[in-house]
């Protein structure tokens, strides 16, 4: 069964609240501003979770915004929150074509961040599986082989094939700090999940894995 992954940014002022419900899926969530309330548990800026199941949201601040990535069958409606003082935007969503996700198979669903030097210029890697990265701080450029993802800001998404080689550069101003959401094989569960291309040592990175769940389809 092919699998889609989407990513979503929910923004929540005071008071906000969805009306019902997001439907049951395999969902990660960072809180990147504010705080908010999932399931009656409070989440604080720079907090992760992974849901499946029904999920409702509470804002706990003036203003926050989460960003959440989800798996869900390509024909699925977007799972949008509703409700007053709630705005919730689809922001990317890519089909899985270089995995074979069979029913019932396992596999790891990883939310991690990579902080980046400034200046710094990622030699050529490709990774075990695909993902959706977000820009957290500075600006990101990516180029593969028929695609240049060219002046990512904060708040910008881009999708990694995983099988595509890419080289990646940012700003000599500031660290370039993205999150980002992977489906990997379960047995690379707390290990990085770059394939270097290049030969020497590769340029090193800070690496925070937030969330390694194993899940079952």
Request: charged share 15%; with cysteine; aromatic share 10%.
């Amino acid at each position: 069964m092919p699998y889609s992954m989407k990513f979503y940014q929910d923004q929540l002022v005071t008071g906000g609240a969805s009306n019902n419900p997001l439907p049951t899926a395999h969902r990660l969530i960072y809180v990147r501003h504010g705080a908010v309330i999932a399931n009656g548990r409070r989440m604080e800026a720079d907090s992760t979770g992974y849901f499946n199941e029904p999920v409702n949201f509470e804002a706990a601040a003036h203003w926050s915004q989460v960003w959440r990535w989800d798996l869900a069958w390509p024909n699925a409606d977007p799972a949008l929150l509703a409700g007053n003082g709630v705005l919730s935007t689809l922001r990317m969503a890519r089909v899985i074509t270089t995995l074979e996700m069979a029913e019932e198979s396992q596999w790891l669903f990883r939310l991690d961040r990579i902080t980046s030097a400034a200046g710094r210029v990622t030699p050529r890697h490709q990774h075990h599986g695909p993902g959706i990265r977000c820009l957290y701080q500075g600006t990101f450029n990516v180029q593969d082989a028929s695609e240049v993802v060219q002046d990512r800001i904060p708040g910008d998404p881009w999708w990694e094939s995983g099988v595509d080689t890419v080289v990646a550069w940012h700003s000599r101003q500031l660290p370039a700090i993205f999150i980002r959401a992977l489906v990997l094989p379960v047995e690379l569960q707390g290990a990085m999940s770059n394939i270097w291309k290049s030969n020497g040592p590769p340029p090193q990175a800070n690496w925070h894995l937030f969330i390694d769940e194993v899940i079952t389809l």
